[in-house]
């Protein structure tokens, strides 16, 4: 069955059940294909791994019919659910400074690194080296910044996709509801995913290649292989080649 035959079953068995939000239910199954979809999955897989429409009708007409009966008894579980929403959100704020560190942490490298192409030195924070090098090191400081980066923006779309299924999670529990559960992972348009992964990839690529020709590069000029202790980087006095 591909996605438009189930979910036009799906829209009229809500309709003939007497279901009367049948267009938002319909919106949530349409974007459980999509998720799905978007993990490589074929529509015919989807549609049956997933209840018959009939049977998805039928659960939310009974749940409708027999919601008005049940509100006395979901004072313990809403209390429950408050108190794991308490430590969930404490983990959630401690994700979220993790990664807008992870972000402020990129713009370091990449900061660095455009100072190293551009010849210069703020503050005095960097460490000599010759220009040839600092050109390559500066290029692989900013492959770092470019990595570090993308794994902010990852971190940030797994804790939005946590908050949100953990959310579609309580609201078929309080509400028993049937909708499908989403998926932990970050979901990405097959296009956002391309582009992330290729960047992803791209950077390094260039990350390695540029240290290993920067590392080459000062290991020739300062005929060392530590080139750090003959530029004088940690304190050693600097040889003058």
């Known amino acids: 069955m591909t996605k438009q035959d189930y979910l036009s079953q799906l829209k009229s068995e809500l309709k003939r059940n007497g279901v009367s939000d049948a267009e938002d239910i319909v919106s949530e199954y349409e974007q459980h294909f999509l998720f799905k979809l978007a993990d490589g999955f074929s529509e015919e897989e989807i549609a049956a791994k997933l209840a018959s429409p009939e049977s998805i009708a039928s659960q939310f007409a009974g749940i409708r019919a027999e919601g008005k009966?049940?509100?006395?008894?979901?004072?313990?579980?809403?209390?429950?659910?408050?108190?794991?929403?308490?430590?969930?959100?404490?983990?959630?704020?401690?994700?979220?400074?993790?990664?807008?560190?992870?972000l402020c942490g990129s713009l370091v490298p990449t900061v660095l690194g455009a100072e190293l192409i551009a010849g210069?030195?703020?503050?005095?924070?960097?460490?000599?080296?010759?220009?040839?090098?600092?050109?390559?090191?500066?290029?692989?400081?900013?492959?770092?910044?470019?990595?570090?980066?993308l794994f902010a923006v990852y971190c940030f779309a797994f804790l939005r996709q946590m908050m949100r299924a953990s959310l579609r999670w309580r609201k078929n529990m309080v509400d028993d509801e049937a909708l499908p559960l989403l998926p932990m992972s970050p979901q990405f348009s097959p296009k956002a995913r391309r582009t992330l992964r290729s960047v992803l990839l791209w950077a390094v690529l260039i990350f390695g290649i540029t240290f290993i020709t920067g590392y080459t590069i000062l290991g020739l000029y300062t005929h060392s292989m530590g080139f750090w202790h003959a530029l004088g980087?940690?304190?050693?006095?600097?040889?003058?080649?």
């Open 69 to 102: 009966h049940k509100k006395r008894k979901k004072g313990l579980l809403v209390l429950w659910l408050t108190l794991i929403g308490i430590f969930e959100g404490m983990l959630y704020a401690a994700f979220l400074s993790f990664t807008v560190g992870l």
């Open 233 to 241: 980087w940690f304190g050693y006095p600097a040889t003058v080649y």
């Open 120 to 149: 210069l030195n703020f503050m005095n924070i960097l460490p000599p080296m010759p220009y040839g090098g600092a050109i390559v090191f500066g290029v692989m400081m900013i492959a770092l910044g470019v990595m570090l980066f």
